[in-house]
């Protein structure tokens, strides 16, 4: 178990809030609406994401989408190309998509500008979090992440084109990983492999060093990877 820092315990605070809200069915930021077939789902967003090196895939698919599969087969499990972390939305995933091929070159300025003076920012990876429409994969950061996504919301207000995502908090964020979405209420035995699983995380310091902005579907089966930036030792 992870020691946090007291950067950390404020994003813990936040992933406590959101877990608050879901049971509290009173939620107060953004969800991705499900659909029976992910696969062949219209809706596209412009987001920001890392896409994870293969040692972590593998062991998130071994460790966790494998168990939990063989209780609910039917669920949609995100494929090896499609895992990613989400580190900075700019337009949430709609039918038409929220934005034009002129907002997705004026996004890509910004990064161009921002995230080569940023560094790269461990992630803790600690518990599983149950979404009322997925399961994510969660982690406390060092706080580069914040300066990141703060950096670029700051630039991306400027020229007008506002992240539309609703949040908790606007203040700290943290690592999330979607690993499979439902099309269906989840069964008790489903929930309860969930918990067991997230007590028993075991993931080394993960370090991050790479933001890509893609637009897609909300699992990414189908996407146009825009451009990829490194970050900074």
């Not at 207000?157 to 203040?171: C, M």
């Not at 492999?193 to 189908?222: R, W």
Request: charged share 25%; proline share 6%; net charge positive.
């Amino acid at each position: 178990m992870y020691i946090f820092s007291k950067h950390q315990k404020k994003q813990e605070e936040v992933i406590n809030l959101i877990e608050k809200q879901v049971n509290n069915r009173n939620l107060k930021f953004s969800t991705v609406p499900p659909v029976e077939n992910y696969q062949e789902d219209k809706r596209i967003c412009l987001t920001s994401v890392h896409f994870p090196h293969k040692q972590l895939i593998s062991k998130i698919q071994n460790e966790i989408i494998k168990p939990l599969e063989k209780i609910e087969p039917e669920f949609f499990y995100y494929p090896q190309q499609s895992i990613h972390m989400t580190l900075k939305n700019i337009r949430v995933i709609n039918n038409p998509p929220r934005f034009t091929q002129e907002d997705v070159q004026k996004a890509k300025s910004v990064f161009d500008m921002i995230i080569p003076t940023h560094k790269k920012f461990k992630v803790y990876f600690y518990r599983l979090l149950i979404f009322p429409n997925n399961i994510a994969l969660i982690g406390t950061t060092e706080a580069e992440l914040d300066n990141i996504v703060l950096d670029l919301d700051n630039k991306l207000n400027k020229i007008g084109l506002p992240d539309d995502k609703k949040y908790v908090n606007q203040k700290y964020f943290f690592s999330n990983i979607t690993l499979l979405r439902f099309n269906r209420k989840p069964s008790k035995e489903f929930i309860k492999k969930v918990n067991e699983l997230s007590k028993n995380i075991s993931f080394k310091p993960y370090i991050v060093d790479s933001v890509t902005l893609v637009s897609g579907t909300a699992v990414l089966t189908q996407k146009n990877i825009i451009k990829t930036w490194q970050l900074k030792n």
